[in-house]
């Protein structure tokens, strides 16, 4: 008796599609999967959970419907990003955080924002508004990692872009000098625009960061809309953010006990790129690595330095 083609036929696994890879160096950077904090969060939230799947590298905006990456191929489900993913993952019984209260729950939002608002904030200044680290490192990489022509367009539009989106939550929050909202970057010339949606071109988010104040160290900002007194702000932040996080973490191994949970994906996707992506200027590593924090990352990257999950190209 043979079994029909249906009972023989395993299930397809669920294929991420992430901005990267990063390109061939052979420094710190190669242990990530992905150069982009949101992809490597979902891909460690995703390894936490043991969660079957494929990767596919892309650096074009088109492998997803929105433009915006990650986005994860689920059978007849195409769900675009980081947010939705986790949330769609939740909906199919892998919740990381179904352990916790309701106030752990809170907590861990609370602290996912900080991350995801404020030191995204530092991190987009150190990469774009820097003119050593810009010109130096991020420029190349990225005219290598998207294809030809955009690979020259792309970087210079991102930059703008960037720039602004910082400006404009220092401004919001009531932590830029300026008096004036920050104009808005000129737009992209149309055949770029489709590339310009993917990577660190995404969407802004609905609310701008939160104030954190207190001295911190000197930046030089590659344009007007962020001034020298705005950037020590940015890295001081940053400062308060990792210390915070690691009173958090305290002696625990992760941030709620001895399971993962979304906090530590998101932490770790974050910390990860900041720490290893090699900058001329590396301000926050240096912030890092007087933190306890820096075990997150230290402890995690295994999951990135084995050939598991496969990797679709």
Partial sequence: ????????????PL????????????AADQALASLDPFCLSVQAYM?????????????????????????????DDVVAGSAAVLSHLRSKGFNADFSLTEQQRADAKAY??????????????????DNVNYNKAVQPMMAKAVPWPWGYVQPRQMRKTNEWKVAQHLYHSGRQSSLAPPPPPPPAPKAAQNVLKSSYARPDPAAPAATVAGPGAAAIAASGLITGSDADQLYSMARKCYAALSAKLGQQTYFFGEHPTTLDAVVFGHLA?????????????????????????QRNLHFHRVPKPRRLY
């Avoid at 608002?117 to 990469?127: C, G, I, S, T, V």
């Fill in 47 to 75: 390894r936490f959970q043991k969660i079957d799947f494929a990767v596919n590298n892309s650096n074009d905006a088109g492998s997803s419907p929105s433009g915006e990456l990650p986005v994860l191929f689920d059978q």
């Fill in 112 to 129: 996912c924002s900080l991350v995801e608002d404020q030191l995204l904030d530092a991190q987009l200044f150190a990469w774009w508004s």
């Fill in 15 to 26: 294929v991420l599609v992430s901005w990267g890879p990063p390109p061939p160096s052979g």
């Fill in 1 to 12: 008796m043979t079994s029909s083609p249906a009972a023989e036929a395993e299930p397809a």
């Fill in 273 to 297: 790129v900041q720490y290893l992506f090699p900058l001329p200027v590396h301000k926050l590593k240096a912030l890092i690595s007087g933190n306890f924090i820096l075990f997150v990352v």
